[in-house]
C-alpha cells in the first residue's frame, strides 16, 4: 500500500498509519518466521540424520503447520486494519 500510497491519494496521516501497522507486522511476523525455518530445518535434519519416526514426523509437522497458521494470522490481521484506515 505504501508503495502505491500516491495513487490512492492517502494522506500524510494514512502514509503514518500504514508505515506504523507494517513495522508493527513486521515485529510479530519475523519472530515467528525464525521460529519457522527452526523448524523446518530440525524436520530436514531428523531426516537427513535418518533418525525420523512416524511420531516425531506427526509432532514436527503439527508444529510447523500450528507456526504457519500463526504467521498467517498475523500477516492478514494486518491487512484487515490497514483496510479499516482506508476512505
Given at each position: 500500500?505504501?508503495e502505491?500510497a500516491?495513487?490512492?491519494?492517502?494522506?500524510l496521516?494514512q502514509r503514518?498509519h500504514v508505515?506504523n501497522l507494517?513495522?508493527?507486522?513486521?515485529d510479530?511476523?519475523?519472530?515467528l518466521?525464525e521460529?519457522?525455518i527452526e523448524q523446518?530445518?530440525a524436520l530436514?535434519?531428523e531426516?537427513a540424520?535418518?533418525?525420523?519416526?512416524?511420531?516425531?514426523?506427526?509432532?514436527?509437522?503439527?508444529?510447523?503447520a500450528?507456526?504457519?497458521?500463526?504467521?498467517?494470522t498475523?500477516?492478514l490481521?494486518y491487512?484487515l486494519?490497514?483496510?479499516?484506515?482506508?476512505t
Amino acid at each position: 500500500m505504501l508503495e502505491l500510497a500516491d495513487q490512492l491519494g492517502l494522506s500524510l496521516e494514512q502514509r503514518q498509519h500504514v508505515q506504523n501497522l507494517f513495522e508493527t507486522m513486521k515485529d510479530e511476523a519475523v519472530p515467528l518466521g525464525e521460529k519457522l525455518i527452526e523448524q523446518e530445518t530440525a524436520l530436514d535434519r531428523e531426516f537427513a540424520d535418518q533418525s525420523i519416526s512416524r511420531s516425531s514426523l506427526a509432532r514436527l509437522t503439527a508444529q510447523i503447520a500450528e507456526t504457519q497458521g500463526r504467521l498467517r494470522t498475523v500477516h492478514l490481521k494486518y491487512h484487515l486494519t490497514t483496510a479499516e484506515i482506508l476512505t
